[in-house]
């Protein structure tokens, strides 16, 4: 594993570069606005205020640039001042790109974050994506030491001053949840197969006093989980429905993460071609998500019943391995021709949110996955596809991504035209389009829907994460920050209450007519 420890405090302290190297980061407009009082202890004696300000003039970020303050120990960076609308107001993802290539190297380094307060969230996130932990290198097993980047946020506009200990809790949660997540998405199956899915789970249940619910293998057969089952019954390690629950005294509302945990996806039978398929571990992003928001949620004191179901197995092939023309009784009842192995999120997420609503009477359902490649297609690599049958929830799902750095765009939500794509002869529906032209990423969401019903009263979100889930070679941990957004509402932690976009711009009478599904909103 990597070493760097990420700390985030209220003060770094000064220290000289060459002891401790630094990176200064923010947004033009922003940088000039720092006294050099605040920045003067970090930089001297090798920088003065005369460098400083000359390093500032000679930016002109287009759309990021930088500048050496002093050899390779200093620099300063700067984001885009502006972005479009459909960008987070942080212009988090430069952040982390400028931090993978301009923070100074050493044993122990600094990174002062300059940004107005509404900003500190989708920032302290974005540093996290930059220090990623899994790595199976040599030279990293041989290296003893510890490395560590401190991280201070000086703060600019009329909520100035230094961040107070329950502001550095909520960030430095969250930045755990995001690490731990990119962690399990860069682990190769031979390392985080279904086995190893479920211990990183019950790590995480025992470190905030939950006993999980599992259910495996046989189990799962005998239990009506047509979906998890067929998918992963031909993997050496069985599949797995793993459920985590939070149960608040007070709670008024039942809320359900479902995520997507295929450790490795081979296409099954329908199986990937060779260029294709390097890359599949990343298919258990969505669960991954969700294990590393769910932790951080409850830590940070959750209001709600909030449940995570994790729907794992190992998309394989073997002669146990579910044939096109198959078909599998689903936890919903409904029966699913299969006309495509390599269709296999869905079928696990039909299973994970038919008993989440069934069984555990949830008012609001996300399922969370890397479901299409034609997710990327759709809404591109930096911009999460999502559907859902609620307009009030797609556009506070939109303000979230906006607000947190992991940015979300609308799929066309509309069942009567489009569900027809899953019609079978012989069965309820088939698990794969007849026509992939046409709305690939909605049909797909709709069948994980229609396991619900398209008439169930409460709220359904699906958020595809495919094409996000990483950045080249390395995975981000999407997923964690945008729900600890979306969600803050139902959060006791102050600044998730602040960057939560549920209940904004709402006539307070109009939220007192509410129906329940509404009622977060």
């Known amino acids: 594993m990597a070493s760097v420890r990420l700390q985030f405090q209220a003060s770094a302290g000064d220290a000289d570069p060459q002891a401790r190297p630094l990176l200064v980061v923010g947004q033009l407009p922003n940088l000039h606005r720092v006294p050099w009082g605040e920045v003067k202890g970090k930089l001297q004696p090798r920088v003065t205020e005369e460098v400083w300000q000359a390093a500032l003039g000679a930016l002109s970020p287009n759309p990021t640039d930088s500048c050496p303050l002093y050899l390779n120990f200093a620099t300063v960076a700067a984001l885009p001042s502006r972005v479009s609308r459909h960008n987070s107001p942080s212009a988090a993802l430069f952040i982390s790109r400028l931090i993978r290539s301009c923070l100074p190297g050493g044993a122990k380094r600094c990174i002062l974050m300059v940004c107005e307060r509404s900003d500190v969230f989708a920032s302290a996130c974005a540093i996290a994506r930059a220090f ?58 031979s390392e985080m197969n279904t086995d190893h899915f479920v211990n990183e789970i019950k790590v995480v249940a025992k470190k905030l006093g939950i006993v999980p619910t599992i259910i495996r293998d046989e189990e799962l057969k005998e239990k009506g989980f047509g979906g998890i089952y067929g998918v992963g019954k031909a993997a050496e390690n069985p599949p797995a429905l793993v459920i985590l629950s939070h149960l608040p005294d007070g709670a008024t509302q039942t809320i359900a993460w479902v995520g997507k945990g295929i450790v490795y996806d081979t296409g099954g039978l329908s199986i990937k071609g060779k260029t294709s398929m390097p890359g599949m571990k990343r298919d258990c992003g969505g669960a ?62 039909a299973d994970g949110v038919a008993y989440a609503c069934k069984d555990l009477g949830a008012d609001i359902i996300l399922d969370m996955a890397t479901l299409t490649g034609a997710q990327g297609i759709a809404t591109g690599k930096y911009h999460a596809a999502v559907l859902t049958n609620s307009e009030e929830w797609e556009a506070a799902c939109l303000r979230a991504g906006r607000k947190c750095g992991d940015l979300v765009h609308p799929l066309v939500y509309c069942p009567e035209l489009h569900f ?59 997923g964690v920050a945008f729900l600890l957004s979306l969600f803050g509402r139902a959060s006791e932690h102050p600044l998730l209450n602040m960057i939560s976009p549920l209940g904004e711009d709402k006539d307070p009478e109009n939220l007192e007519r509410d129906s329940k599904r509404r009622r977060l909103v």
């Not at 949660?173 to 860069?186: N, P, Q």
């Not at 209001?303 to 919903?332: M, Q, W």
């Not at 794969?432 to 979100?461: K, M, Q, Y």
């Open 132 to 189: 990623p932990l899994f790595t199976r290198r040599s030279s990293a097993s041989r290296r003893s030491e510890k490395k560590s980047v401190t991280v201070e946020f000086v703060l600019t506009g009329q909520n100035s001053g230094p961040l107070d200990d329950i502001t550095l809790e909520c960030l430095e949660s969250a930045a755990e949840g995001v690490r731990l997540a990119a962690r399990i998405v860069d682990t190769p199956c």
């Open 420 to 478: 027809s794509e899953f019609s079978s002869a012989v069965a309820d529906m088939k698990n794969s389009v007849a026509d992939r032209e046409n709305a690939t990423s909605s049909c797909a969401g709709l069948f994980i829907a229609s396991h619900i019903g398209f008439d169930w009263p409460g709220v359904w979100v699906h958020v595809d994460i495919a094409a996000p889930v990483h950045a080249g070679e390395r995975a981000t941990g999407f």
């Open 288 to 349: 991954a998500a969700i294990l590393g928001a769910f932790e951080a949620a409850v830590k940070l004191g959750f209001k709600e019943n909030l449940h995570a179901l994790f729907c794992l197995a190992e998309n394989s092939i073997g002669p146990n391995a579910t044939r096109p023309d198959d078909i599998h009784v689903l936890y919903s009842g409904k029966t699913v021709e299969i006309n495509n192995t390599d269709a296999e999120g869905r079928l696990v997420l």
